[in-house]
């Protein structure tokens, strides 16, 4: 692949993932349903986090927990979102640059705080979300690096980014700048519900010829196409985008380019303990693979040991040393 300085620049959502432990009367008692994610404000998130036990605080977000798997696996990561001036927003920066990803994007200086999901965990394993949004959704297409993108050999976005206005204007920009320059560019769709809100979007993205690589599972992929089932959906997708990539839970995932179908099972995993983040890390194993210039096949190994890994431990991070695991899987 051409040289650049950054291997997959990220751009998405910012947020702090605060973990506390608690009981299943702190939840009975604010009228929280286990297990389930909501979206608060702010004079929510600021409540809650004052009722909350001493908590963890751990950098989070999509494509954020993409750029930590890249650059776990020895990739050169950066990434692009938005923070506040206020102490999560520290958090944030500290987090992402400890582990080497670059993160230059200023933090804004309006009123609004940092993202953060309030991630209450009851003895049973069970994770109830709350997340407030905040300065993420404040993303401007000013605080896109045109010389970072052009340095950047593929850039990846996150369908959670494409909902409000401003950031996904952002994000086109970004696009713009990295076709310009002859890179790559990558996008997962995130979530059914995003593709739900936006499939009109999405399919007129992928028709400009302006992605690479789309990510997506397979119930993402079948409500973007509209086809009956998952194999009839990756043959209407993959004709209409260069490289796709669709996991499949424990069926593993397959990569079609050119009419050629790679498949890889799922790897083994001793317990299943918290799937948050599988879709993220899978991303980063294929997308560093990619960059090295390996083979789908290949990339898509790469991707399922890096969501084993992140499966097997509770948080979206990975904890293993994944360039060991990939080193001793495929040298």
């Keep these: 692949m051409t040289d650049t300085r950054l291997d997959v620049l990220c751009i998405g959502n910012a947020i702090v993932d605060v973990i506390a432990a608690t009981d299943d009367g702190f939840l009975a008692a604010e009228g929280l349903d286990k297990g389930a994610m909501r979206l608060i404000d702010a004079d929510e998130a600021t409540r809650l986090y004052g009722k909350m036990g001493p908590g963890r605080e751990i950098s989070g977000g999509s494509a954020g927990n993409t750029a930590a798997g890249v650059a776990t696996l020895g990739g050169r990561a950066g990434f692009v979102g938005q923070v506040a001036k206020d102490q999560l927003g520290e958090v944030y920066r500290h987090d992402i640059a400890s ?22 965990v009851t003895p049973d394993a069970q994770r109830t979300m709350n997340t407030f949004l905040g300065a993420a959704q404040l993303l401007t297409p000013e605080a896109i690096d045109a010389a970072q993108v052009r340095d950047s050999a593929i850039l990846y976005l996150e369908g959670y980014l494409w909902d409000p206005e401003t950031p996904r204007a952002a994000m086109e920009l970004a696009i713009d700048i990295a076709r310009e320059a002859g890179r790559k560019v990558a996008f997962t769709l995130s979530d059914s519900f995003c593709v739900g809100r936006h499939r009109d979007g999405f399919n007129a993205l992928i028709d400009s010829g ?16 509209g086809e009956a089932d998952f194999d009839s959906a990756v043959a209407s997708a993959a004709k209409r985008v260069p490289i796709l990539v669709v996991t499949r839970g424990e069926q593993g995932a397959v990569a079609v380019e050119g009419g050629e179908r790679a498949q890889v099972p799922a790897e083994p995993v001793d ?4 799937t948050t983040g599988a879709g993220d890390l899978f991303a980063a194993g294929f997308l560093t693979g990619h960059a090295q210039g390996r083979s789908n096949a290949e990339a898509l190994r790469m ?3 890096a969501a084993a890994e992140v499966i097997s431990h509770y948080g979206a991070r990975p904890e293993a040393d994944l360039k060991a695991l990939v080193a001793k899987a495929l040298g």
Excluded: K, M, Y
């Excluded at 317990?271 to 918290?274: A, S």
């Design 303 to 305: 991707g399922a040991i």
């Design 271 to 274: 317990q299943i303990v918290d």
């Design 99 to 120: 582990i080497g990803i670059e993160f230059t994007t200023p933090a804004s200086d309006g009123d609004v705080p940092t993202a953060r999901s309030l991630v209450l």
């Design 210 to 225: 302006r992605l690479d690589i789309l990510f997506a599972n397979e119930a993402e992929i079948v409500s973007l196409t």
